[in-house]
């Protein structure tokens, strides 16, 4: 088949076995040509036996103009690029997906950095996502560090202009909530003495103050009935939330029994 696409012999080409998203942009008798999304819109297209492991009587059941799909590339010869739609497992279709929908937001919240500042998109574009690849894995990951502690330190460290964190910290801040996880248990805390009820609400106070130390994460004791309290930590990492339980737990375990008093806790299942 002699498929024709405008210079496409200068542009960079996908490799066989790559799995890509492409738009479709015209259907065929014989298959459909796909223009792929992250190749400056080469052509390339998709038999119609590459189409499904059944029989197919009209490619359209399957895909249709202007949808974006996920192909796999399974050759590239003189310029010319076949693809396939059944040979893309469930798990590569959900992971390309997933990628892609990650690069299109943080494509979108570099134009919004490059707005702000009143710089060439591409200019920013360039910089911002090259460094954020390189240390982070993606562009979007980049921008979800920006929203963490100590972005300014981290973003300079690894090579962000000065005048371009700022910015990046707002619009990170402004367009990202990074996903919470849940900690909790109940604590027990008792006390003989006659101000017993005193001591243990020092306890609990010094340990909503220790959880208060924290940004980003939230601390929160619900009385269940003396002597259950329910503990719960909110934060963006199991990893911090299960240091800053730690923390919070022993500071009301040591309280209460500096006091004379008792203390221990019940850890229940995380969630998110």
């Given at each position: 088949?002699?498929?024709?696409?405008?210079?496409?012999?200068?542009?960079?080409?996908?490799?066989?076995?790559?799995?890509?998203?492409?738009?479709?942009?015209?259907?065929?008798?014989?298959?459909?040509?796909?223009?792929?999304?992250?190749?400056?819109?080469v052509e390339a297209y998709v038999h119609i036996s590459e189409i499904s492991?059944?029989?197919?009587?009209?490619?359209?059941?399957?895909?249709?103009?202007?949808?974006?799909?996920?192909?796999?590339?399974?050759?590239?010869?003189?310029?010319?690029?076949?693809?396939?739609?059944?040979?893309?497992?469930?798990?590569?279709?959900?992971?390309?997906?997933?990628?892609?929908?990650?690069?299109?937001?943080?494509?979108?919240?570099?134009?919004?950095?490059?707005?702000?500042?009143?710089?060439?998109?591409?200019?920013?574009?360039?910089?911002?996502?090259?460094?954020?690849?390189?240390?982070?894995?993606?562009?979007?990951?980049?921008?979800?560090?920006?929203?963490t502690e100590q972005a300014e330190d981290k973003l300079e460290k690894i090579?962000?202009?000065?005048?371009?964190?700022?910015?990046?910290?707002?619009?990170?801040?402004?367009?990202?909530?990074?996903?919470?996880?849940?900690?909790?248990?109940?604590?027990?805390?008792?006390?003989?003495?006659?101000?017993?009820?005193?001591?243990?609400?020092?306890?609990?106070?010094?340990?909503?103050?220790?959880?208060?130390?924290?940004?980003?994460?939230?601390?929160?004791?619900?009385?269940?009935?003396?002597?259950?309290?329910?503990?719960?930590?909110?934060?963006?990492?199991?990893?911090?939330?299960?240091?800053?339980?730690?923390?919070?737990?022993?500071?009301?375990?040591?309280?209460?029994?500096?006091?004379?008093?008792?203390?221990?806790?019940?850890?229940?299942?995380?969630?998110?």
């Amino acid at each position: 088949m002699g498929l024709r696409m405008n210079s496409i012999i200068e542009k960079k080409l996908p490799k066989p076995n790559e799995v890509v998203i492409g738009t479709v942009k015209s259907i065929v008798p014989t298959g459909a040509y796909i223009i792929l999304d992250e190749y400056n819109g080469v052509e390339a297209y998709v038999h119609i036996s590459e189409i499904s492991s059944a029989w197919v009587h009209n490619i359209r059941d399957y895909i249709r103009e202007k949808q974006k799909a996920v192909f796999k590339v399974i050759d590239v010869k003189d310029g010319n690029i076949f693809l396939s739609l059944r040979r893309v497992t469930s798990a590569e279709r959900k992971e390309k997906l997933t990628q892609w929908k990650r690069n299109q937001r943080g494509r979108k919240l570099a134009e919004i950095v490059a707005q702000r500042i009143g710089r060439d998109f591409q200019e920013v574009y360039s910089t911002i996502s090259r460094l954020f690849i390189e240390n982070y894995g993606d562009l979007l990951s980049g921008f979800e560090e920006s929203v963490t502690e100590q972005a300014e330190d981290k973003l300079e460290k690894i090579g962000v202009p000065k005048e371009l964190i700022p910015t990046i910290i707002s619009v990170a801040r402004d367009n990202i909530r990074l996903p919470e996880v849940h900690v909790y248990g109940v604590l027990q805390l008792s006390s003989n003495r006659p101000n017993g009820i005193d001591l243990i609400k020092k306890a609990l106070t010094n340990a909503e103050e220790e959880g208060k130390k924290y940004n980003n994460v939230k601390v929160n004791i619900f009385a269940l009935g003396a002597p259950k309290y329910r503990l719960d930590v909110r934060a963006q990492s199991y990893k911090e939330a299960e240091e800053v339980l730690s923390k919070v737990v022993n500071t009301a375990i040591s309280t209460i029994k500096k006091s004379g008093g008792t203390g221990m806790f019940i850890r229940t299942k995380q969630s998110k």
